[in-house]
């Protein structure tokens, strides 16, 4: 039986037509992996950018904020329009974003083009976070490899994450912090050339774009983020972190109403509904809350505690980073035999693990004396990061994967703001507090690194017991469908003429 491809929908003809998994999933890596790449490399100059610009240190603040501000606020909108306009248009947009953000840091010498070039190449990086897991979740059908797929894809995040700190150091070692992003432009132009050439559209047409949501997802998330942000560094009490709270609070209530009221909603509330939906966005977000927060902190300690280099501290982290490229290959082999649930719930013990022996360490303590807490940590993050991300887009319809790719990267992102902004905002008050009591700053620095970090462990921890519950709930509905289903057809055979 053939398809008319004149008498099908635009879905329908995408279907037909067929997408090979393999080119998608090399442009969603290399898409991806610019997204992360962009966040750690920012991290690593920010030293030598101080210095260049004469930044004070409230400004250097909003170097690496105003980047995730951007994707946080606009990735959940992001998805819903990939639905509707075309997911390889919406991630081709993204990449000439982040291909533009890269250009204009290349040239950047002031602050507002600095803030300016971070904020485009964010405008790229909430475009392609969930118009790439779209078109790899649409080109993949079967849910078993799929998850394998979305491991991949997650893995390239941990690769960006990786290399950032690297390129900075080299950058810095041989030319200035403007050559770090080159990289960013020369692989955001290789993922545009393989999604042009072998990628083929797709898009929903059903799906309806839904601007009152837009507005008051986009701004109303903007405003949360800019008050965990600006918060953290001058009061959460202050007037306007307060009128930022307020504000957000309003517009996301705002945003919930009209979205229960459409029939075709930007993000369906409605599958909150399911417990398995509604906690594996808790569950992702608390992953990378974990991963990018303690990683910050590691990168600072390594710095100011133990004197080392940006390109000294990417090879150092490339243990914690390396394991958690590994984890996420190996999540997508073990996931089609064990489920996610279970891989969710030994990547965030392991990762706690992991937390747990790096608050252990001491102003001398040496890399062999931290080396298993990032293997650890970098494992168990890893483990956990895509089948989280998986279990969330399992339960959308199909031709829905950018919404839910949306609102999955969307809860990502924002535990990744929450884990640089409290984590980083514990480092600083409590260090304020211990350098006036230890005559070694090192010392308190050590000490405000290790309090926060037993802040990183505490919501990993709280993740594993909501995965846990989580797998138990599931075993019990499981369970009451089978016996529903065994009485149903116990019933059938005692009355054979009875309709069902």
Sequence with gaps: MTTDLRDATAEERDDARGTRPGPVLVAACLGLFTVFLQT?????????????LRLAPADMVWVPSMYTLVVASCVLGAGALADRWGRKRVFLTGTA??????????LADNLATLLT??????LGGALITPSSLALITHAVRDPRRRAGAIAAWAAASGLGLAVGPLVAGLALRWWTWHAAFWLNLVVAGLAAIVALGRVTESRNPAQRLDWAGQFTAIAGLALLVFWLIDGGHHGYASARALTAVVTAVLLLAAFALVELRRTAPMVDLRLMRDPSYSVSLLLAGTVLFGFVGLCLLQVLWLQRVRGLTALQVGVQLLAEFGAFIAASVLAGILVRRLGPRVLITAGLLLAAV???????????????????????????CGLANAPSTALAVGHVPHGREGEAGGAVN???????VLGTSILGTRVTTHFEDRVTHVRDPRIAFTDAVTHATWVAVAALGAGTVLALGLSAWSRRRANRQVTAANEALRGAERHPGRRA
């Design 117 to 122: 070039g971070q904020a485009i190449a964010g």
């Design 410 to 416: 969307a809860a990502r992102q924002i535990g990744a």
């Design 354 to 380: 992991g937390a747990v022996l790096f608050a252990q360490v001491g102003p001398d303590t040496a890399f062999a004396g931290y080396a298993a807490a990032f293997v650890l940590f970098g494992l168990g």
């Design 97 to 106: 974003a982040m291909a533009a953000g890269a250009l204009v840091l290349l």
């Design 40 to 52: 750690t490399q920012t991290i690593g100059t920010l030293g030598a950018v101080q210095a260049d």
